[in-house]
T-cell receptor
Framework: EDQVTQSPEALRLQEGESSSLNCSYT??????LFWYRQDPGKGPEFLFT???AGEEKEKERLKATLTKKESFLHITAPKPEDSATYLC???????????????FGQGTILTVHP | KAGVTQTPRYLIKTRGQQVTLSCSPI?????VSWYQQTPGQGLQFLFE???????NKGNFPGRFSGRQFSNSRSEMNVSTLELGDSALYLC??????????????FGPGTRLLVL
């Protein structure tokens, strides 16, 4: 069974204090790893898709990286508006069992204080 | 381009009732997946539809069902509601999903409260 574990569960940062969120995964046949941001009461907002080890993607203050066992979401000089829950998800498997199915971690709640 | 829309946004039902939730995907997207989100279990996959066919299903009881129409809009139904069905139900759409990890875009969700 696919497993996704995110750490830490919660992270409190001061504005401008850079840090990283971790997503460890155990899957059979990774098809893609996804990062989402979710604000309270809203649906997840897509951030990045990573497909293979060594891949990196950047968007504003965020950078996502991928290895064969984990992914990191690096946040550089965060601002209060970056406060949200960050979710990691994988699509994995062979054949029809992977269609449309994302397996999510429990998320990291990020709070950035001004 | 308009995003994924879900209706209604909020619902209150009582145990034993049934409920139908609706999802309109992004224009041109043909796949719709449904998820249940609760504080204890997080986001869990319910099922996926593509071209009006259910291609994949998660580990939920048969009380949870869905369908997709020819215009790619989808509905999910929960019969004989239980207190534990209270959750945020999320719909996500993707363009042409296969095995290569197509990005899913989520709607705002329907908040269901079962009393």
């Amino acid at each position: 069974e696919d497993q996704v574990t995110q750490s830490p569960e919660a992270l409190r940062l001061q504005e401008g204090e850079s840090s990283s969120l971790n997503c460890s995964y155990t899957v059979s046949g990774l098809r893609g790893l996804f990062w989402y941001r979710q604000d309270p009461g809203k649906g997840p907002e897509f951030l990045f898709t990573l497909y293979s080890a060594g891949e990196e993607k950047e968007k504003e203050r965020l950078k996502a990286t991928l290895t064969k066992k984990e992914s990191f979401l690096h946040i550089t000089a965060p601002k209060p508006e970056d406060s949200a829950t960050y979710l990691c998800a994988v699509q994995a498997g062979t054949g029809g069992t992977s269609y449309g199915k994302l397996t999510f971690g429990q998320g990291t709640i990020l709070t950035v204080h001004p | 381009k308009a995003g994924v829309t879900q209706t209604p946004r909020y619902l209150i039902k009582t145990r034993g009732q049934q409920v139908t939730l609706s999802c309109s995907p992004i224009s041109g997207h043909r796949s719709v997946s449904w998820y249940q989100q609760t504080p204890g279990q997080g986001l869990q996959f319910l099922f996926e539809y593509f071209s009006e066919t259910q291609r994949n299903k998660g580990n939920f009881p048969g009380r949870f069902s869905g369908r997709q129409f020819s215009n790619s809009r989808s509905e999910m139904n929960v019969s004989t509601l239980e207190l534990g069905d209270s959750a945020l139900y999320l719909c996500a759409s993707s363009a042409q999903p296969g095995l290569a990890g197509e990005t899913q875009y989520f709607g705002p969700g329907t908040r269901l409260l079962v009393l």
